[in-house]
């Protein structure tokens, strides 16, 4: 398959990007460089999904090249009942899983009970300096570990919903489970991902925001000196005058 001229393939001739159906009509009519649009669009998430289930770089690039060729060979087939982009997900999705019984190693499994669903939101900087991109490494790292931690049917999920972005219809055609699977399985990546962060980092409940003595100190010293300011002002007026304790014996 000839590849395309860069630039030149990804957009009509008024300036607006094809739509994948109308690159797959062009290909299925002949015009088989313009697959490589495709692939580009979707290489970022071929390679999260089979990331996440197979928990193995070199591997999830294996998948995703045996995604695209399937997908190109068979391409006759879409049907178009779901997007282009499950339907090709879905191809990724399947090889993974595939890969992993054939490995033996992990099984799809839920194992805890049903939680309640909150939100994760990321930190964001627009101009991060050099030690905020380091800390926003370590906590990448921190949790890209926590989420290859996840068991398999939760990292799936967990993966196409929240990295993704896709929605619990979209995820639930690629995984070919029900919606209210892809639901439970989130709540449940979520709050085994809270766990896990909060035992990678070393850290209990219990101890966070803790208030050191140092800190103590420091407030009760302000607060004698702002009593003491107060007191300054009112002893004059109401003739009160009642040591602080710093003049008590």
């Not at 799809?108 to 030690?131: C, F, G, H």
Request: glycine share 4%.
């Amino acid at each position: 398959m000839a590849r395309p001229a860069a630039g030149a393939v990804e957009q009509r001739p008024d300036g607006t990007a094809l739509s994948d159906e109308e690159v797959v009509r062009r290909v299925r009519a002949g015009e088989a460089p313009l697959f490589e649009v495709l692939m580009r669009r979707y290489n970022r998430r071929l390679y999260r999904v089979a990331r996440a289930i197979l928990r193995n770089d070199a591997e999830a690039e294996d998948v995703m090249q045996h995604a695209y060729v399937e997908g190109y060979l068979h391409i006759g087939q879409f049907a178009g009942r779901a997007a282009f982009a499950t339907w090709l997900t879905k191809i990724a999705v399947y090889e993974a899983l595939a890969r992993v019984r054939r490995r033996g190693k992990e099984v799809l499994v839920d194992r805890l009970p049903e939680t309640d669903e909150d939100a994760m939101r990321a930190l964001k900087s627009p101009w991060p300096d050099p030690e905020q991109q380091a800390l926003q490494g370590e906590v990448r790292s921190l949790l890209e570990a926590a989420i290859d931690s996840l068991p398999l049917a939760y990292r799936s999920v967990f993966v196409l919903r929240e990295i993704e972005g896709l929605s619990t219809a979209e995820s639930a055609e690629c995984l070919d489970v029900s919606e209210e699977v892809v639901k439970t399985r989130l709540h449940r990546a979520r709050a085994l991902l809270r766990e896990e962060l909060l035992a990678r980092a070393g850290v209990a409940a219990s101890t966070a925001f803790s208030f050191h003595l140092s800190r103590c100190d420091r407030v009760v010293a302000a607060v004698f000196e702002r009593v003491g300011q107060a007191h300054a002002c009112l002893a004059p007026a109401s003739g009160w005058d009642d040591p602080l304790p710093s003049q008590r014996p």
